[in-house]
């Protein structure tokens, strides 16, 4: 809006700060009241819900497929600003346990395949990205807000839960504690 109209029209700005604002929190009042199975997520000790989404390739990848292996689920947007800031910690713990069995299965919130791709191939993440397409997989984890991570142990139960970009060190600290079990 040019100077001159703002000038001309104050009522005009405030309306569209009174707009946007009014969107922002109805956004806000559906990501907390939406339906879910369960608000706080899956408790730890609990098996973790089996899904089967797609990666922007097309291929099929379910939970179960990772059963034996420690699993950290990463639930992320590449519009989110924590989400992008711990992706390269993601990568570099990944890239470390590897090796040792250590999978990320990195859950993106229903966003383009071009959008995905860019993002990985801008960060260079190497760990498989599944697309929820439905939003069916994060109302039954009951993620809110982003990024959420939960960490499946060998036997396919939860041993955490992290709301928030995760620091290198934490991370690493789950990844120990899962590789131990």
């Known amino acids: 809006m040019s100077a001159a109209v703002a000038q001309r029209y104050p009522r005009y700005k405030r309306l569209t700060t009174v707009g946007v604002l009014l969107v922002a929190a109805l956004w806000v009042l559906y990501v907390l009241m939406r339906p879910s199975g369960t608000v706080e ?12 989404l797609k990666t922007t390739d097309g291929q099929t990848v379910k939970l179960s497929d990772f059963k034996g ?31 040792q069995g ?8 229903n966003e383009s395949n071009l959008a995905i791709q860019a993002f990985r191939d801008k960060l260079g993440l190497t760990f498989p990205i599944v697309i929820d397409k439905t939003d069916e997989v994060s109302r039954t984890y009951g993620i809110v807000p982003l990024p959420t991570s ?32």
């Open 41 to 52: 997520g899956i408790a730890n000790g609990t098996p973790a819900p089996d899904f089967e």
């Open 69 to 99: 292996k420690p699993v950290m689920l990463n639930f992320f947007a590449t519009w989110c600003p924590p989400c992008r800031a711990e992706m390269p910690a993601l990568q570099e713990v990944y890239k470390e346990y590897e090796a």
């Open 102 to 109: 250590f999978v990320i299965l990195a859950v993106n919130l």
């Open 150 to 181: 939960y960490f499946v142990g060998k036997d396919g139960k939860v041993v955490g839960k992290w709301t928030g970009e995760i620091s290198k060190e934490k991370l690493v600290s789950y990844v120990k504690q899962m590789i131990a079990q």
